[in-house]
C-alpha cells in the first residue's frame, strides 16, 4: 500500500535559518503530493501541492519539488520565522474508485523556531 | 474563507458509552471525510462519503463506527461503544469534487475515553 515516510522531530531552529523537512513516499500509479500545517490547537491547514512530476508547490515563502525519481517531496524554506513553529505533515493524495480522495499522511514534523 | 466546523472541541465519555461527533462541510462541497490521530501518531483515514453512502472505509472503520448526513448540512461520525483505544483527535474534511485536491479540514474533535 501507499505510505509516507517523514524525519523525526521535534526540529528547532533559530529565526532566519534554513529549513528543510524530509519527505519520501512509496505509491502505485502518480498521486498528487501535499504538505499540511497544524498550528497549535487549530485543525490541518493545506500549505502546498504538487499534482506531477518536477511540479513545484510553493505558499507564505515554503516550496516543495515533486521528484519522481527519488520518490521525494522536500520542503525547504530559506527563512523561518517564530510564526512557522508548528507540526508539518507530507501526504499523497489516492483517487478513490467509489468518489472523492484519500489522503495518507506522514508522522508529521514538529518545527520550533526560537529567536 | 468557508470554513468546516466541527463540534464539540473536547469530549469526554466513559468506555462503553456512544458518542456523536458533529460536522458540518463547506456548503458546496460533495465529498466528506473523517479522520482520526492518536496522540503521537499518524493522522488516519477512517471513512469517505458521497452521495449519500459510504464510498470507501478503512479496516479501523469497524461496526461500532457509523456516519450519516442527516440533513443538508451535518455530517456526523457515531461511536456506539467506546473503547479506550478510540481516545484520538477526530478530523472532519470536505473536498468540493474528485478533482479539487484541497482538502478543507475542521479544527478537530478531541475524543478522551475513561
Known amino acids: 500500500g501507499n505510505s509516507v515516510t517523514q524525519m523525526e522531530g521535534p526540529v528547532t531552529l533559530s529565526e532566519e535559518a534554513f529549513l528543510t523537512i524530509n519527505c519520501t513516499y512509496t505509491a502505485t500509479g502518480y498521486p498528487s503530493l501535499f504538505w499540511y500545517v497544524q498550528y497549535p490547537g487549530e485543525g490541518l491547514q493545506l500549505l502546498l501541492k504538487a499534482t506531477k512530476a518536477d511540479d513545484k508547490g510553493s505558499n507564505k515563502g515554503f516550496e516543495a519539488t515533486y521528484r519522481k525519481e527519488t520518490t521525494s517531496f522536500h520542503l525547504e524554506k530559506g527563512s523561518v520565522q517564530v510564526s512557522d513553529s508548528a507540526v508539518y505533515f507530507c501526504a499523497l493524495s489516492d483517487i478513490l474508485t467509489g468518489g472523492g480522495n484519500k489522503l495518507t499522511f506522514g508522522t508529521g514534523t514538529q518545527l520550533k523556531v526560537e529567536l | 474563507e468557508p470554513e468546516v466546523t466541527q463540534t464539540p472541541s473536547h469530549q469526554v465519555t466513559q468506555m462503553g458509552q456512544e458518542v456523536i461527533l458533529r460536522c458540518v462541510p463547506i456548503?458546496?462541497?460533495?465529498?466528506f471525510y473523517w479522520y482520526r490521530q492518536i496522540l503521537g501518531q499518524k493522522v488516519e483515514f477512517l471513512v469517505s462519503f458521497y452521495n449519500n453512502e459510504i464510498s470507501e472505509k478503512s479496516e479501523i472503520f469497524d461496526d461500532q463506527f457509523s456516519v450519516e448526513r442527516p440533513d443538508g448540512s451535518n455530517f456526523t461520525l457515531k461511536i456506539r461503544s467506546t473503547k479506550l483505544e478510540d481516545s484520538a483527535m477526530y478530523f472532519c474534511?470536505?473536498?468540493?469534487?474528485?478533482?479539487?485536491?484541497?482538502?478543507?479540514f475542521g479544527s478537530g474533535t478531541r475524543l478522551t475515553v475513561v
Open positions: 456548503s458546496n462541497h460533495l465529498y
Open positions: 474534511a470536505s473536498t468540493r469534487g474528485v478533482v479539487d485536491y484541497g482538502y478543507t
